[in-house]
């Protein structure tokens, strides 16, 4: 590296390394350079708003020092200036977050302008600065924050919240774009406490504004996120967190707020399919061989039988009304087993046999039908 800049690195990297928690992702920041200063080392540059470059063997992020003005409405409302004279200090003021304003240099040595590391000590989130009620996109990573870090005793600062409810009273967050929405509230399901995420924006009245119908959902009823906190101990996968969270929502509820928060079609699938079996699967044992061939056929377990296993899973934690006790898990296991058993039987049916005696079309599929129910209602 060139004598006149310096690199460091900054934000979460930091941050967790400060707090005990395994530093998965390097980024930082570039002092003094220019972006040609970059390109001409090898470096990659991505992205057009600002100047951030990927370096060319670890292909972590580098970006060079920049401010931000406020320019227009909306978290793409900034004017952003990067150039080799933007200082260290100046670079980290424009972040979220004391706690993710923390640089390191090559030394190892520390830079904490704003008061990062005490409030580390302190566990408490504040902001960096008074810019921070300037960007909606910081609702959504308060809240995130929160839920990552609730576990290690983190709260929001009064004057943070004060600032926060600002922001929300100012209208700008339906300028964040849906997809990002739901980029963020992927992260928060990740987290150690993912139900801090919708108690911080409920509180901050911002989940209203996002996702009024998730948002009524979660204040009608008297323990909202019991379950999804008590489930979180036992699911990691962020799709099976948010189908237990949703899960007393019906199918075009679930595909309205889909649209809402943008989310994946398989995310999408898998919440609707434990709204609509979660009763008949709770109940499977008391159904006779026709009703439970209408059900794994509804679940496509005929053809692959691992998303009927994951909703399997959920409904025994479901079964538990949040306990997660030894006994729930078992009826999780006893149940499975049925299945498989049932299923197992239905695919003993070769279709190459019914057609051997002729049946071609509609006629065999009725049969295939008609054999597989029977040879479930034999086992079962």
Known sequence: ??????????????????????????????????????????????????????????????????????????YKGFTVHAAPDITLPQ??????????????????????????QQDIQQRVLRHVSPAFSEDPLRILRLARFHAHLHHLGFYIAPATKALAK?????????????????HETQKAMRSPSPWIYFTTLLELGALQQLVPALAKLLQRKKNPLGTL??????LTDPDERLAILLQALNKPQLENLGEALRLPKATLQLCVQLSMHQRQLTHYPELNAQQKHILLSNC???????????????????????????????????????????????????PQDLMAQGKRGKVLGDAIKAAQIEAIAKVS
């Open 1 to 74: 590296m060139q004598p006149n800049w310096q690199s460091y690195i900054v934000g979460g990297a930091v941050r967790d390394r400060l707090l005990g928690i395994p530093v998965t992702d390097y980024d930082h920041v570039v002092v003094g350079a220019s972006p040609q200063d970059l390109l001409d080392l090898g470096y990659t540059q991505v992205g057009k708003d600002f100047p951030v470059f990927l370096h060319p063997t670890s292909k972590q992020e580098y970006a060079l020092a920049r401010t931000e003005r406020k320019a227009g409405r909306g």
């Open 300 to 350: 496509g377990a005929l053809k692959n039988s691992s998303q009927l296993e994951r909703l399997v899973k959920l409904i025994g934690l479901l079964h538990s009304q949040g306990q997660m006790e030894l006994p729930e898990l078992s009826f999780s296991a006893s149940l499975w087993q049925q299945i498989l058993v049932d299923i197992g039987a239905a695919l003993v049916v070769k």
């Open 166 to 182: 600002q922001l929300v009273d100012s209208g700008e967050l339906k300028e964040i774009a849906k997809e990002r929405l739901w």
């Open 229 to 234: 906190q008590a489930a979180s101990h036992q």
């Open 91 to 116: 670079d980290l003021e424009r972040r979220d977050l004391t706690i993710n304003a923390i640089a390191e240099d090559s030394n190892g040595e520390l830079i904490d302008p704003y008061g990062g």
